[in-house]
């Protein structure tokens, strides 16, 4: 059984990784997949070390002795594999996983356990961070958690986001990130962050961002009135300013996607600099 093809309950799966053997085995075939591969010279032949707790892998060219976890999130650590594995597996899940749970189910301290998440996460970021938004990508500003106020100041479980998704030729959402956004930058929780950054971090730059149209007005408002308060333009211009109804904003949505397109591409590649 690869490890692509991994038991659906949390029994099964430790009873396969019962032993550290089994675990090295796939960490092996999961750290080079086509065999070993001297991380110094390139050279694909090696001596095998099994002295120690982990095999050493010594290059038969320039000599380098490689650990096993050498390279992994699990450089340096001490806890057996098959712990490691099974807190692998329990963050491969859709339910979420805290520390203090998988102390209990894994048998480590919580520091231990509180460790271990964090070093499982960091790799999932850095996988997501080479992982960017292609195709037609659509961003706006979202919040983390419901509103818990309806007052301008931030509540502290409130979070500003940005969200961008790459869409399917469906229009259905292919790929997602979702970032933090920091409130300093906000002037209140009803403030939306630039998504320029975001655009640069996620967005691979050959593709076709899309920036949802009332999101760039109103970024564009914000940005042509560098006054400290627009809250008075905006009043006035709410004042002046003709109402829209629901049918001509449909509409208008469905415009946007058809004749409008290259105007928001020009405006998107604008915000990417
Ligand atoms: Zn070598």
């Known amino acids: 059984m690869s490890v692509h093809e991994t038991p659906d309950s949390f029994d099964e799966f430790c009873s396969r990784f019962a032993s550290e053997e089994s675990c090295v085995e796939s960490l092996f075939r999961a750290k080079w997949p086509t065999g070993f591969v001297c991380p110094r010279c390139g050279f694909t032949a090696y001596y095998f070390i099994s002295s120690r707790r982990l095999p050493l892998y010594e290059c038969r060219s320039c000599r380098l002795q490689h650990s096993l976890i050498a390279g992994t999130i699990m450089e340096g650590s001490r806890t057996p594999l098959r712990l490691w594995f099974q807190a692998i597996y329990l963050h491969a899940r859709p339910q979420s996983i805290n520390a203090l749970q998988l102390s209990k189910i894994i048998g480590v301290t919580y520091k231990t356990a509180w460790l271990i998440c964090h070093k499982i996460r960091y790799g999932m970021s850095q996988a997501e961070s080479g992982n960017l938004l292609k195709g037609c990508v659509h961003v706006s500003d979202s919040m983390y958690c419901k509103r818990l106020t309806p007052y301008f100041d931030w509540h502290p479980q409130e979070q500003a986001l940005l969200v961008g998704s790459s869409l399917t030729s469906k229009g259905t959402i292919d790929q997602l990130k979702i970032k933090l956004q920091s409130k300093s930058q906000l002037k209140d929780k009803y403030d939306c962050p630039d998504p320029a950054t975001f655009i640069r971090q996620n967005v691979e730059p050959s593709s076709v961002p899309t920036v949802v149209q009332a999101y760039l007005d ?26 829209i109804t629901y049918p001509l904003l449909t509409r208008s949505r469905r415009s946007f996607r058809n004749t409008r397109s290259a105007r928001i591409i020009a405006s998107a590649s604008a915000l990417m600099g």
């Open 218 to 243: 109103q970024y564009c408002y914000y940005y042509n009135r560098p006054q400290r308060s627009v809250f008075g333009l905006l009043l006035t211009d709410s004042a002046i300013g003709r109402t």
